[in-house]
Structure formats: structure tokens, C-alpha cells
């Protein structure tokens, strides 16, 4: 399984970044992105059902991250809006292959992060 994440950098708070995950080596259900900040735990922030139909964010991104998903690719995008510095962080793309009922408990896979900073 491999999850190939891309899109990470550096950005001034208020401005946008787009990342980018390609799934090979599975079958997802739901794919999504999680996060770990700096001195903090993992956390999850976003999740899509396998037909696209169906997002669940977490409070701190709500309103301001957008997934979407093509699921002929196995590629989920992440386009983050207004960010700001509590933004920074390494960013995970994720993958359950066996459920896409949203919110999950847990994930199956984590892949390797990308990084975000975002600068006052």
C-alpha cells in the first residue's frame, strides 16, 4: 500500500494550498487527510466516501478545507483556504479500505506526511 501525498510548502496566513494523495497498491472506501502539528497528537480533519458523496471535517478546518476525490485515480485533493498559523503542520493522507461510513474511529493507513507552514 502506498499513499503519495504531494502539494505541501509554505504559505502567509489567509493565503491557500492544494495537496494531493494517490492510493495505488489498494482499494479504498474512504480516503481523507489527517494532520500532526508541533508538539501535538495525530489528529484526523477530513474524510470522503469512496463515491464522493458523502465529506465529514472536523470543527477546526469546517468551512475552510474542501476534499474532493476521483475515485477512476484513487486521488483525493485537499484545497485549504484562509489558512492560518494553528494550520502548520505535517499532513497525512489516509485510507480504509474496509468502510467509507463517515466519521470512522480509525483508519487503516497512514501514508507519509506533507509539510505546511503558514507564516503571520
Known amino acids: 500500500v502506498q499513499l503519495q501525498a504531494s502539494g505541501g510548502g509554505s504559505v502567509q496566513a489567509g493565503g491557500s494550498l492544494r495537496l494531493s494523495c494517490t492510493a495505488s497498491?489498494?482499494?479504498?472506501?474512504?480516503m481523507g487527510w489527517g494532520r500532526q502539528a508541533p508538539g501535538k497528537e495525530r489528529e484526523f480533519i477530513v474524510g470522503?466516501?469512496?463515491?464522493?458523496?458523502?465529506?465529514y471535517y472536523a470543527d477546526s478546518v469546517k468551512g475552510r478545507f474542501t476534499i474532493s476525490r476521483d475515485d477512476a485515480k484513487n486521488t483525493v485533493h485537499l484545497e485549504m483556504n484562509n489558512l492560518d498559523v494553528a494550520d502548520t503542520a505535517v499532513y497525512y493522507c489516509?485510507?480504509?479500505?474496509?468502510?467509507?461510513?463517515?466519521?470512522?474511529?480509525?483508519?487503516?493507513?497512514w501514508g507519509q506526511g506533507t509539510l505546511v507552514t503558514v507564516s503571520s
Open positions: 489516509i485510507d480504509e479500505p474496509d468502510s467509507d461510513y463517515l466519521p470512522l474511529a480509525e483508519w487503516k493507513f
Open positions: 497498491g489498494i482499494s479504498s472506501y474512504a
Open positions: 470522503i466516501s469512496r463515491d464522493g458523496g458523502t465529506a
